[in-house]
C-alpha cells in the first residue's frame, strides 16, 4: 500500500465571516498527480493555502507525512511541502541561480553558509528543469514559461515531499502551457514526485492528471479518475451550461467541448424528428432538436463523422456503419425503422455519392412529412442520380425544400396545428 502523504479530514476554513471551505475531506498517495478543479470561489486555492499553513483551519485537520500542519514551524512545512504560485515577479535584479537557491531556505539558520549539499540540490534542480543554460541572467529578463520553470526548480530546491501548483500555466500561451505540464509529468513519472495542482483548464487536467477531485460549494463534489470525474452530469453541473464529453483518441481522456451557456426554448410539442445525416453536416441542428426537447433519432451515419460523434455523445438512436463503406439494403431497413413513428423526417446537410444514395430508399411509405435541405444539391456527387430520386420520390410522396437548418427551426416552432402536432407547409415569417 502506498504512503499517504497528504490526509485533509473535515477541513473548514474561509476568510472572516465567509465559509469557504465545508468540510473537505480525501488524501493524496506518493507518487500521485492528482488535479484540484471547480468553479471560480470553489474553495481550491483556499485549500492550497491551508495546507501550506499560510491560512488556518476553522475546523478540521491536514496532515503531511503523519505530522499536523498546525504544529509545525514554517522551516519544518517548507521541508515538506513546496508552493509554485501562478506568477511570481520580484522588484530586485536578482540571477536566475538566486532566485532557485532561495529554495534551500527552510535548511538555513541564522549565519550558516551555503554548503555543498544546497549547492548540488540548486544544480540538480536546475538540470531537471532545464534551466540551468541561463542561470546568470536576471529573473526579470526571462520570458512567462521560462519564469515559470524557475519558480518550479525553485520548488525543487526545497527538497519536499509535496508539490502544490496553484494554476501554474494560466498565464501562459499554449506552447509553453503544454512545456511546463510535461515538464511537471515527467518529474512526477521519473521521480515519484507527489504533486497537487489547481487547474481551470479541465481538458489538460484529464490529459495530464491521473485523479482529478472536484470542489463544488466547498465540498468534494467528485473524486476519481479523469474519466470517473469528466462526465456530462458533473460538468454541466460545474460550468452550469451544455457541453460535449468526448473521448481525445491520442490521450484517450475525456474531454470537454462547451456548446452553450444560454438554453434553447424548449418546445411544447415533443414530437419525433429522425434525421438523415451522416457525415459533419447535422451537428447544429441535432444539437439544437435534441436541446429543444424533441425525441430524436438518426441514420445512417458513418463511424467517425462528427454526425455520428454527436449522436453518440447525447445518446441518440442511430443507425451506425464504417466510414467509406455504401449503406446496404440491411442498413436502410434498419433506417426505416427508426424513422417509423417519425412526425418528420429531416434530410440534411450532407454529400450525396453512390455509397449513401440508398438512404432515401423506401421515404414513399414512411408516414412522417419530409423536409430536404437544398445545400444537399449543391453536394451531388452522384451524376444526376440525386435529382432523379428526388422526383421520383416527389411524385408519390410531397417533400419541402428550405434553405438552411434556422428556416426548418422555424418552421417547427412557428407553423404547427396543436391539435395535429404537424409541421405545416407553409411560408414563415
Known amino acids: 500500500m502506498k504512503k499517504q502523504m497528504l490526509q485533509i479530514q ?16 480525501f488524501s493524496v498517495s506518493r507518487g500521485e498527480f492528482a488535479a484540484l478543479i471547480g468553479s471560480n470561489g470553489a474553495g481550491k486555492s483556499t485549500l492550497l493555502r491551508c495546507i501550506s499553513g499560510l491560512l488556518p483551519l476553522k475546523s478540521g485537520n491536514i496532515e503531511i507525512c503523519g505530522k499536523d500542519t498546525g504544529k509545525l514551524s514554517a522551516k519544518e512545512r517548507a521541508r515538506l511541502v513546496a508552493v509554485v504560485p501562478q506568477s511570481y515577479e520580484m522588484e530586485y535584479a536578482f540571477t ?41 541572467r536576471l529573473y526579470s529578463e526571462l520570458s512567462g514559461g521560462e519564469k515559470q520553470r524557475v519558480i518550479l526548480a525553485r520548488a525543487l530546491a526545497q527538497q519536499p515531499e509535496i508539490i ?80 460535449l464529453i468526448r473521448e481525445n483518441p491520442l490521450y484517450g481522456k475525456p474531454e470537454i467541448t462547451p456548446v452553450r451557456v444560454l438554453r434553447e426554448e424548449r418546445t411544447d410539442y415533443p414530437i419525433r424528428i429522425h434525421v ?10 441535432i444539437e439544437e432538436l435534441e436541446e429543444r426537447g424533441y425525441l430524436l433519432s438518426a441514420g445512417v451515419v458513418n463511424e467517425g463523422s462528427d454526425d455520428c460523434a454527436i449522436c453518440r455523445a447525447l445518446k441518440i438512436p442511430h443507425v451506425e456503419i464504417p466510414p467509406f463503406t455504401p449503406v446496404t439494403p440491411e442498413d ?19 454529400p450525396f455519392g453512390q455509397n449513401n444514395l440508398a438512404n432515401l430508399d423506401g421515404l414513399e411509405q414512411i408516414k412522417g412529412e419530409i423536409f430536404f435541405h ?9 451524376g444526376g442520380k440525386l435529382v432523379e430520386r428526388l422526383e421520383e420520390l416527389g411524385q408519390k410522396k410531397k417533400v419541402i425544400y428550405f434553405g438552411d437548418h434556422d428556416e426548418f427551426l422555424k418552421r417547427l416552432s412557428l407553423c404547427r396545428t396543436e391539435g395535429s402536432k404537424k409541421v405545416k407547409e407553409e411560408p414563415c415569417g
Open 10 to 25: 473535515e477541513a473548514c476554513a474561509g476568510y472572516e465571516e465567509q465559509e469557504v471551505l465545508k468540510g473537505v475531506s
Open 96 to 136: 536566475v541561480e538566486d532566485v532557485v537557491s532561495m529554495g534551500r531556505y527552510p535548511y538555513h539558520s541564522f549565519g550558516k553558509r551555503e554548503t555543498q549539499e544546497d549547492i548540488q540540490a540548486v544544480r540538480q534542480a536546475m538540470e531537471d528543469t532545464n534551466t540551468l543554460e541561463f542561470c546568470g
Open 164 to 243: 502544490l501548483l496553484d494554476e501554474p500555466t494560466s498565464a501562459l500561451d499554449l506552447r509553453h502551457q503544454t512545456e511546463v505540464m510535461e515538464l511537471i509529468t515527467r518529474l512526477n513519472r521519473e521521480q515519484n514526485m507527489t504533486v497537487l495542482a489547481v487547474l481551470h483548464d479541465v481538458n489538460m487536467a484529464s490529459r495530464y492528471c491521473s485523479r482529478m477531485i472536484l470542489l463544488g460549494e466547498g465540498r468534494v463534489a467528485a473524486d476519481g479518475s479523469p474519466s470517473e470525474v469528466v462526465t456530462k452530469k458533473n460538468m454541466e453541473e460545474l460550468y452550469q451550461m451544455k457541453v
Open 276 to 285: 438523415i445525416c451522416g457525415g459533419d453536416g447535422a451537428v447544429k441542428i
Open 332 to 350: 436502410q431497413r434498419n433506417n426505416l425503422k427508426m424513422m417509423e413513428d417519425a412526425e418528420v423526417v429531416l434530410i440534411s446537410d450532407i
Open 374 to 382: 437544398k445545400n444537399a444539391l449543391s453536394n451531388d456527387y452522384t
